[in-house]
Structure formats: structure tokens, C-alpha cells
């Protein structure tokens, strides 16, 4: 009796490990992702409604203004697919913990537009963290839904929900928190917030975060990559420039039309690619 107990014990520890998370360290596991998914999510809710003040303090107008959060939501919509991919290959841990090093090191750079005063440094910064962020959703949520134990992944993928729409609603909170107790000329500090939740994640992530990682040995699929990159680009940009109150005459403009019909180009493109792809970035058959 006692043999076949310590028997299945054993059998239940090395399924834990294959699974890639032994149960003492599911809930840090739980948390170190968790918390990533509210930095990024913080972020949005902390950058949107401060970016009047942001554009009037680097001195651009509303139309220019408004790129700093296009720039991010198009790199963000690129990354995702690709992240994704890559962590399957090279491991969730690896490429996670990449995303919270860009995202850290992007808001670090957007909080230096305050002091150079120019807007495309606050640019550069917003593309860096959605290369950061783009990887954190995705991977964590592909963590949960594969390797967590099945009665646990159900509560794992709601609390991503539920992390994610809490921290969007506060962040606006946390932004107007910052700017009253340091004053509006300190606006630089709504990005500087990020970099120690960045510091945490990445000094615990290398210790207790595994590695886990798909079984496809097949090559990267590098042609598939900037097909599906530029099909995300051009479909997004055009409907971000549809005036849905002026649907006919918007498009028509040359900053919409070029773009919908530069997306329904490469849709064939895509499929011929991806059909020879041993492993795709986007199955079709999905």
C-alpha cells in the first residue's frame, strides 16, 4: 500500500514537472504573470487620458499627438502573432522575460522625451514598449490555458481578464495620483512607474518562471513573419483613419484606400506562404 502511494506520488511530481510548474509555484507563477499583464495594462489607462497634457508639454498639436498612442496599438497588433510563435519555439520564459525588458526599457526611454523636449524620442519609447507588450498577453495566457492543471486554468485565464480591465480602469487614477501630488511638469514619472514593476518581474521571472516551449522542431516560418506583420499594419492604419460619420468620402482618401487594398494584396500572399510553411505563424486551418 505504501509502495504504490509513494509510487503515484512520484508519478504526480514528474507529471507536475512535465507540465512545467511544480504546485508550490503556481501561485508565483500566477502572480509574476499577472503582474506583467497589469503593467501593460496600467500603462494604457495611465498614457491615454494624460496625452493632452503630454503633447502640450513637447509642444505637437492634437494630430501629431494622437500617434503616440497609433504608434503603440500598430506595433502592439504586429507583435502578437510573432511572440507568440517564438515562445513556442525558443520558450515562454525566454521570450516573456524579453518583453518585460522592452517594456521596461521603452517606458524608461518615453520618460526621457520630458527632459530632451522631443516628441520622437516619446515615439521610439511607445514602439519599444509595444514590442515589449505585444509578448506579455499572449504568452501568459498560453501559460495558463497548457500547463497549468485543468480545475486551475479556468480561474488562471479569468483573473488575465480581470487584471487587465481593473488595472485599465485605475490607471487613469494612478495618472491623476502622480501628476497632484508632483505636479503636471513631472508627467515623465507616468512611464517611470513601469520600470520597477519591470525590475521585480524580470529579478523573480529568472528564478521561478519555466521555460516551457512547444514541440514543433520545424524552422522558423521567416517568410510567413513579415507578410502577417504588414497585413496587421496596413489593415489597422487604414481603419484608423475611417471617419465612420463620413464613411464615403473617408474611403476614398489616400489614408485609407492604398491601405485596405495593400491588405486584401497580401491576403493571397499569405496563403501561398503559409500553405508551404511546415509551421506556419498563422494556420490557416484555423
Given at each position: 500500500?505504501?509502495?504504490?502511494?509513494?509510487?503515484?506520488?512520484?508519478?504526480?511530481?514528474?507529471?507536475?514537472?512535465a507540465d512545467g510548474a511544480?504546485?508550490?509555484?503556481?501561485?508565483?507563477?500566477?502572480?509574476?504573470?499577472?503582474?506583467?499583464?497589469?503593467?501593460?495594462?496600467?500603462?494604457?489607462?495611465?498614457?491615454?487620458?494624460?496625452?493632452?497634457?503630454?503633447?502640450?508639454?513637447?509642444?505637437?498639436?492634437?494630430?501629431?499627438?494622437?500617434?503616440?498612442?497609433?504608434?503603440?496599438?500598430?506595433?502592439?497588433?504586429?507583435?502578437?502573432?510573432?511572440?507568440?510563435?517564438?515562445?513556442?519555439?525558443?520558450?515562454?520564459?525566454?521570450?516573456?522575460?524579453?518583453?518585460?525588458?522592452?517594456?521596461?526599457?521603452?517606458?524608461?526611454?518615453?520618460?526621457?522625451?520630458?527632459?530632451?523636449?522631443?516628441?520622437?524620442?516619446?515615439?521610439?519609447?511607445?514602439?519599444?514598449?509595444?514590442?515589449?507588450?505585444?509578448?506579455?498577453?499572449?504568452?501568459?495566457?498560453?501559460?495558463?490555458?497548457?500547463?497549468?492543471?485543468?480545475?486551475?486554468?479556468?480561474?488562471?485565464?479569468?483573473?488575465?481578464?480581470?487584471?487587465?480591465?481593473?488595472?485599465?480602469?485605475?490607471?487613469?487614477?494612478?495618472?491623476?495620483?502622480?501628476?497632484?501630488?508632483?505636479?503636471?511638469?513631472?508627467?515623465?514619472?507616468?512611464?517611470?512607474?513601469?520600470?520597477?514593476?519591470?525590475?521585480?518581474?524580470?529579478?523573480?521571472?529568472?528564478?521561478?518562471?519555466?521555460?516551457?516551449?512547444?514541440?514543433?522542431?520545424?524552422?522558423?516560418?521567416?517568410?510567413?513573419?513579415?507578410?502577417?506583420?504588414?497585413?496587421?499594419l496596413a489593415l489597422l492604419?487604414?481603419?484608423?483613419?475611417?471617419?465612420?460619420?463620413?464613411?464615403?468620402?473617408?474611403?476614398?482618401?489616400?489614408?485609407?484606400?492604398?491601405?485596405?487594398?495593400?491588405?486584401?494584396?497580401?491576403?493571397?500572399?499569405?496563403?501561398?506562404?503559409?500553405?508551404?510553411?511546415?509551421?506556419?505563424?498563422?494556420?490557416?486551418?484555423?
Amino acid at each position: 500500500m505504501d509502495k504504490n502511494k509513494k509510487s503515484a506520488e512520484k508519478i504526480g511530481h514528474s507529471a507536475a514537472i512535465a507540465d512545467g510548474a511544480a504546485p508550490r509555484n503556481l501561485g508565483l507563477i500566477l502572480f509574476l504573470y499577472l503582474l506583467g499583464i497589469f503593467m501593460g495594462a496600467i500603462d494604457t489607462g495611465i498614457v491615454t487620458p494624460a496625452r493632452t497634457l503630454i503633447q502640450g508639454a513637447l509642444g505637437v498639436d492634437g494630430k501629431t499627438g494622437i500617434w503616440m498612442i497609433t504608434i503603440y496599438t500598430l506595433a502592439y497588433a504586429a507583435v502578437i502573432p510573432i511572440s507568440g510563435k517564438l515562445a513556442d519555439r525558443m520558450g515562454r520564459k525566454l521570450v516573456y522575460l524579453v518583453s518585460i525588458a522592452l517594456f521596461g526599457l521603452g517606458s524608461f526611454v518615453c520618460s526621457l522625451s520630458a527632459s530632451s523636449g522631443q516628441f520622437w524620442v516619446l515615439l521610439v519609447g511607445r514602439v519599444i514598449q509595444a514590442l515589449g507588450g505585444g509578448g506579455i498577453v499572449p504568452i501568459a495566457t498560453a501559460e495558463f490555458g497548457t500547463t497549468f492543471p485543468p480545475e486551475k486554468r479556468g480561474m488562471a485565464l479569468g483573473l488575465v481578464g480581470g487584471v487587465y480591465g481593473i488595472a485599465n480602469i485605475l490607471g487613469s487614477s494612478i495618472g491623476s495620483l502622480i501628476l497632484g501630488i508632483f505636479g503636471a511638469a513631472r508627467w515623465n514619472l507616468l512611464f517611470l512607474v513601469n520600470v520597477p514593476i519591470a525590475v521585480v518581474i524580470l529579478a523573480a521571472g529568472v528564478f521561478i518562471l519555466p521555460n516551457n516551449k512547444g514541440s514543433s522542431k520545424s524552422k522558423i516560418d521567416w517568410a510567413g513573419i513579415p507578410v502577417v506583420v504588414a497585413m496587421v499594419l496596413a489593415l489597422l492604419y487604414g481603419l484608423r483613419n475611417i471617419d465612420f460619420f463620413n464613411f464615403a468620402a473617408s474611403i476614398r482618401s489616400v489614408s485609407v484606400y492604398p491601405f485596405i487594398l495593400a491588405f486584401l494584396a497580401l491576403v493571397p500572399v499569405l496563403i501561398f506562404v503559409e500553405r508551404r510553411s511546415p509551421d506556419p505563424v498563422l494556420d490557416l486551418s484555423y
